[in-house]
């Protein structure tokens, strides 16, 4: 009996890795098809486009916690479930999308489902296993979303060298088979009327705001001054109110006591920035081998490949110098250097004949070293010194904050290009871009030296791989509020 409750927990956590996995996937996956997307609806702008991917990111930053407090009060299975056949639905339609706004529509609808997937996941996989065998499982499942990340460009590659539909495709048999897996094996847990009704109307607003700051970004080659000031004031004032709203709400999006505790405010800052730069560069990376040097998608896909490959073995190293008492401060920031190293690299050597193994490679390389040194640390160490019932609250908002950042770096990815004419151009705007981006990671090694936790508990030593939104198990015992 004791082995079949061993096969099913693992089954039940194969089917929260897929779920997890699937959320991330989309993060990345579609960077590869952006060239194909804009051939294929011509006549639309790197503006319009850069929606295809901030719209999915804004949608998923703003819901993670309000629906993982519904998740909470409502049932987390159901929600997880209700994810599962959004995010499916939704693939399909991107797939068949007739036009780049239906597509954008579309993206918006999928984050919504994937954002339902992963905060249920982590409560789901606590109601599973006993206190003392969660530690290796929620590794397992928080590995998934660095595997998304590693996988995401090389998979875009091989799927969008057929069409970059199959990008959304290939979710939907994948999306099928977890809606009915978790049907079947997954138990159901929740807080019942315990648990908040979460603030809605805040994580809208916090939605707009960032739409806002990034829609000001992305068109500031292609509007006048005036309409894009109108733009980034309106975003301010939209995030005044959101603040306002926050400091009434007795469930809001972001706790602002959680903000009082240095090391966890100085994570956020660090992770923000530095998915700032991470996304820039990612994106610029991509623009440059198919725009400037000509390469297929799924050529693109693999020249990627190599630097999120550093990511899960560096990420070991840092568990190992954190393990020495090396202050997670410290390796944060030494990561962060060699993010600022690599891009300059890359900025240094940039030439018009695609010498990928001189021009490239080294500089990915090194930037995937300082990612795995960089990101695991914040998001195992952020939460070490908040209380411990809001150890799955702080890692929720450390990962919108993460996604905020990413939604910033593609903006200004786009508004720093421009559409260059001519090879001299195009290489003066890439140049600019990767030094931007170096200028972020500099930041975000200043802004890391804060982060260091007062107190340090074992199970947070060792980063794993790339840590998802609730990473750790230290998260709260079963029936306390998942992710959010």
Known sequence: MANQSQVRARAVLAVLCVA?????????????????????FAGESPADLSWVLNGYTIVFAALLVPLGRLADRYGRRTVLVAGLVVFTVASQACAAAPSLWWLVAFRVVQAAGAAAL??????LLLSVFPPGRRAGPVRIWSASSALAAAAGPAVGGVLVDASWRWVFEVNVPIGVLATVLTLRLVPDSRDGAAARVPDLPGAALLAVSIGLLALGLVEVDDWPGGRVALALAASALVLAAFWARTRRHPAPVIEPSLLAVRAFAWSNAAVLLFSVAFAANLLIGVLWMQQ????????????????????????????????RRVPAGVVTAVGCLLCAAGVAMIADGLVADPRYLTA????????????????????????????????????????????IGAVLGVSL???????????????????RAWLTAGVFMLVAAVAALGMTPRRREPAASAPGAEAGPEAGPEAKPVGSASPS
């Open 20 to 40: 997890s996995f699937m959320a991330g996937l989309d993060l990345f996956i579609v960077n590869v098809a952006f060239e194909d997307i804009g051939r294929d």
């Open 118 to 123: 992963v905060p249920t996941g982590l409560g």
């Open 292 to 323: 400037v040097w000509g390469y297929s998608a799924i050529r693109t896909g693999l020249g990627v490949a190599p630097g999120p490959l550093m990511v899960p073995v560096f990420a070991l190293v840092a568990g190992r110098l954190i393990a």
């Open 360 to 403: 490239l490679l080294p500089g990915w390389l090194v930037g995937g070293i300082g990612v795995g040194l960089a990101l695991p640390t914040i998001l195992s160490t952020a939460t070490e010194d908040l209380p411990e019932h809001r150890f799955a609250t702080g890692s929720a908002l450390v990962n919108m904050s993460r996604q």
């Open 413 to 431: 990815a786009v508004a720093v290009l421009g559409t260059p004419r001519g090879y001299a151009e195009a290489h003066d705007a890439f140049v």
